[in-house]
């Protein structure tokens, strides 16, 4: 709610910019309507174009790319940064770094609670993982790590090859 | 609407007319000074032609002006398309390239000596019209032979924008100018923004591309066949070996890694070794794994600049998962015939693919890593020197005739990755 005002507000500032920007150029008008239409057209649309590169490299007007499921306990710690890594099965879709991702509470469908940032996705097998990469991923030791990862996905096989996806909280989802 | 009306814009426009021809100039030495390939040189052509254009117009009272410009609009879409032919590479067939580049450049050559010959007034919206329709064709052609997917998602955006500004500021323009009735020169200006475009993409890749260096001179020792390799689980030691081996025997060598250059280079006692960085960093000299396109030039220009070079890959795996499969693949691909004829040997490494995705990069021609006890063998490959040829310095197998056996039996799976839990090859900490 706050960010979205927050916006608005931006939104609203730029758009007295551009009629401010009109007023100074005023001899403009006398040019006629046509290239009046053309050239504040291009302008009005290339400072539209800033805006919405600078608000998208924070990841603000960008779109999710899909959703990242997270369990009751997760919500709080992904909401509040303590937890930004998250471990799981190898899967052969693709996850770039730059992405914004939806993180949904795996019991409610369709809620989404938090939009990510993913910054790094790497692989590496499950034996190999350090109490640093556990932590990150919101386990106070790796033994707890293990015991979450058993309760989820099974046995703990150190071979397997799981995928590590490091992200940035950016907020709130846009339906919160 | 009269000129009158416009004649403020207009003289600003014309007061600053040099600008975009400077602008063009500017970039024509940048990219012939930076990008030594060619899609450097395609876009120092195109770049030339715009630069061209802009001279027709601040100076109409030189001779031929009118038809220079014609002549520009003609070439413009051509020299665009051979640029991002040139620079996707993708899935063109090199050994077409003379014919293709014949093909692209036969109907504005033929459509300007015949305009010419005709004696076409200057101005006919011919010559608009052929440049539209080849635009057109051009836009086509790239969508169809899959050439944008050899592109990254903002490249593919930067193209199309480039392209639609040239289009528009180009016949587009010419055409609708009878209509509109509003004749600015905004020409220069859209040309010296597409221009820019195109050559900060182009500038972008060229910031990772390094020469393969040896580390010290000598006959070289390439003991690897002309290809692509494949590193089985756990052979990521003796793959950094490899390339420690070769640096030190006089082969030029390069290495692409996750491990921090400094470590990688502390690590095969290689000081000096050209290293590029994959990371997903803010930092200017890392380059992000999803970014495969530009790996792909990087090892297309290090086969071009030191033949017979050897690039060892490491962390595959992280490109794969960052880029997805089939970009890398298609990258591969593509770089396969090219490393072929440069005599260069790239090794990739990683332990963390699936049997599926190793299945995938044999079916491409990925060949395994020969066994460290196989005798030096020639490969099936065209090109390639032997290391007794090539530290006698004698000719080549292929020079002379003669071709010996590959080092193992096509369709033979020399690949450990089933049966190796060696942990050399594992990412390092980092």
């Not at chain 2, 014949?102 to 006919?124: D, E, H, R, Y």
């Not at chain 2, 490899?242 to 082969?251: K, N």
């Not at chain 2, 593509?334 to 790239?346: I, K, N, Q, T, Y």
Request: with cysteine; net charge positive.
């Amino acid at each position: 709610m706050g960010s979205r005002a927050v916006r608005n507000a931006a939104l609203f500032l730029v758009s007295m910019l551009l009629v401010v920007g009109f007023w100074g150029h005023a001899n403009f008008y006398s040019l006629g309507f046509l290239p009046l239409v053309l050239v504040g057209g291009a302008m009005t649309f290339a400072t539209l174009k800033v805006i919405m590169w600078a608000s998208g490299s924070m990841g603000w007007g960008r779109r999710s790319e899909g959703t990242l499921v997270f369990g009751p306990e997760e919500v709080k710690l992904v909401q509040y940064g303590a937890k930004t890594s998250a471990i799981r099965p190898l899967r052969r879709t693709r996850m770039t770094a730059g992405s914004v991702y939806d993180a949904r509470l795996s019991v409610v469908a369709e809620r989404t609670f938090a939009r990510l940032l993913i910054t790094d996705v790497y692989r590496r097998r499950l034996g190999a993982l350090t109490g640093d990469e556990a932590a990150r991923e919101g386990s106070r030791s790796m033994e707890e790590f293990r015991q979450r990862w058993e309760a989820s996905y099974g046995p703990w096989e150190p071979e397997a090859v799981v995928r590590v996806i490091e992200f940035k909280t950016l907020g709130p989802s846009r339906g919160e | 609407m009269s000129v009158n009306e416009l004649s403020s814009v207009r003289a600003l426009l014309d007061q600053w007319l040099l600008l975009p021809l400077f602008a063009d100039i500017g970039m024509i030495v940048l990219v012939t000074r930076s990008v030594r390939n060619r899609a450097g040189h395609s876009l120092a052509a195109l770049l030339g032609l715009l630069a061209l254009d802009d001279m027709a117009l601040i100076w109409p009272e030189l001779p031929g002006a009118s038809h220079i410009a014609a002549a520009c609009a003609a070439f413009l879409p051509a020299l665009a398309l051979l640029f991002i032919l040139s620079y996707a590479g993708g899935r063109s067939r090199p050994g077409r390239r003379g014919w293709m580049l014949l093909a692209i450049m036969a109907p504005p050559v033929a459509f300007t000596t015949a305009s010419a010959g005709a004696g076409l007034p200057a101005g006919n919206p011919l010559a608009p019209s052929f440049s539209l329709a080849f635009f057109g064709a051009a836009i086509v052609y790239i969508l169809l032979t899959g050439t944008a997917r050899s592109l990254a998602r903002d490249e593919a955006e930067f193209f199309m924008a480039a392209v639609m500004l040239l289009a528009g500021a180009g016949p587009v323009y010419d055409l609708a100018l009878p209509l509109v009735g509003i004749d600015l020169p905004f020409r220069p200006y859209f040309f010296a923004a597409a221009g820019a475009m195109l050559t900060q993409s182009t500038l972008r890749y060229k910031a990772f591309s390094l020469a393969p260096a040896a580390l010290r001179p000598g006959p070289g020792g390439n003991r690897l066949p002309a290809g692509i390799f494949m590193a089985g689980t756990g052979e990521g030691r003796r793959a950094r070996r490899l390339l420690a081996d070769a640096v030190r025997a006089g082969t030029p060598g390069a290495a692409v890694t996750r491990a921090h250059p400094a470590a990688l280079r502390r690590d095969i006692g290689a000081p000096g070794l050209p290293v590029v960085w994959l990371a997903n960093s803010s930092y200017e000299k890392a380059l992000p794994p999803a970014r495969v396109e530009v790996l792909s030039h990087i090892l297309r220009d290090m086969g071009e600049e030191s033949p017979g070079c050897l690039v060892l890959v490491e962390d595959l795996d992280y490109i794969v998962t960052n880029a997805g499969l089939f970009p890398v693949l298609d990258a591969l691909s593509d770089v396969r015939p090219r490393a072929e004829r440069a005599r260069m040997a790239v090794v990739l490494c990683s332990d963390l693919l699936t049997d599926g995705e190793r299945r995938e990069l044999r079916g491409i021609g990925v060949l395994p890593l020969p066994p460290e006890d196989a005798a030096p063998a020639q490969s099936r490959t065209p090109g390639w020197t032997g290391p007794a040829a090539s530290s006698a310095g004698g000719p080549s197998p292929q020079a002379s005739g003669h071709r010996e056996s590959p080092p193992f039996p096509a369709g033979d799976d020399h690949d450990t990755c089933q049966t190796g839990r060696d942990a050399s090859c594992m990412p390092q900490h980092r």
